[in-house]
């Protein structure tokens, strides 16, 4: 079955632009969660969705936002881009319970650079 | 604060060894713990989870294990071959909570 699809694979853009990643779950899958990867932290939660709801939130600021439309593709939006946006950008999905009980699968992700 | 503790130095190993990875945790209380490994540029491999009131799992060479009283989990990879070289995650979460916390991550190499 397909996996985990994210795209664009790479991006570059300009401080104050604004970019909207694009993520397709795993067929079944109707929980998707994202996470900022910088080099040398640990995997930041971002958010979680569920049946196009907003399920959880981690702790970034108003800039970065989600959605999920109701084929359980979600898509993440960054607006007024800055440097330290700059990372990898991981989308994971799951089953209802979330990870908790056969994990996540995830995308290969989108290289961000902000410049 | 709740904090998640891997080596953060490589891990170097010879061919053929066990490898052995570790992540302790503070100020926390995991219903479960799940390893995952990451190659270069690309997202996370679940490999195992584990919950708390067991104590081993094991699938083929990989073993982990959970010990609440230490807030410690072991994982080891039996008969290392140089393409377990990777970077390897420990990741904690709750029954009451979607989201996972995630350790920074082990980087292992395999040398032949």
């Known amino acids: 079955k397909a996996g985990v699809t994210q795209t664009p694979r790479y991006l570059i853009k300009t401080r104050g632009q604004q970019v909207t990643l694009s993520c397709s779950p795993i067929s079944g899958h109707r929980s998707v969660s994202w996470y900022q990867q910088t080099p040398g932290q640990g995997l930041q939660f971002l958010f979680e969705?569920?049946?196009?709801?907003?399920?959880n939130k981690g702790n970034f600021p108003g800039r970065f936002s989600g959605r999920q439309f109701s084929n359980s593709r979600s898509e993440m939006n960054v607006s007024t881009l800055e440097l330290g946006d700059s990372a990898l950008y991981l989308c994971?999905?799951?089953?209802?319970?979330?990870?908790?009980?056969?994990?996540?699968?995830f995308g290969s992700g989108t290289r961000l650079t902000v410049v | 604060s709740q904090k998640i503790e891997q080596n953060s130095e490589a891990l170097n190993i010879q061919e053929g060894k066990t490898a052995t990875l570790t992540c302790n945790y503070t100020n926390y209380s995991p219903a479960y713990l799940q390893w995952y490994r990451q190659d270069p540029g690309r997202g996370p491999v679940f490999l195992l989870l584990?919950?708390?009131n067991e104590k081993e799992k094991r699938k083929e060479r990989l073993k982990v294990t959970f010990d609440t009283t230490l807030k410690q989990s072991l994982f080891h990879i039996t008969a290392s071959q140089p393409a377990d070289s990777a970077t390897y995650l420990c990741?904690?979460?709750?029954?009451?909570?979607?989201?996972?916390?995630w350790g920074a991550g082990t980087k292992l190499i395999i040398k032949p």
């Open positions: 584990i919950r708390e």
């Open positions: 994971a999905s799951s089953f209802s319970s979330g990870s908790a009980n056969y994990g996540y699968t």
């Open positions: 990741a904690l979460g709750t029954d009451s909570n979607y989201q996972l916390i």
């Open positions: 969705y569920f049946s196009e709801t907003q399920r």
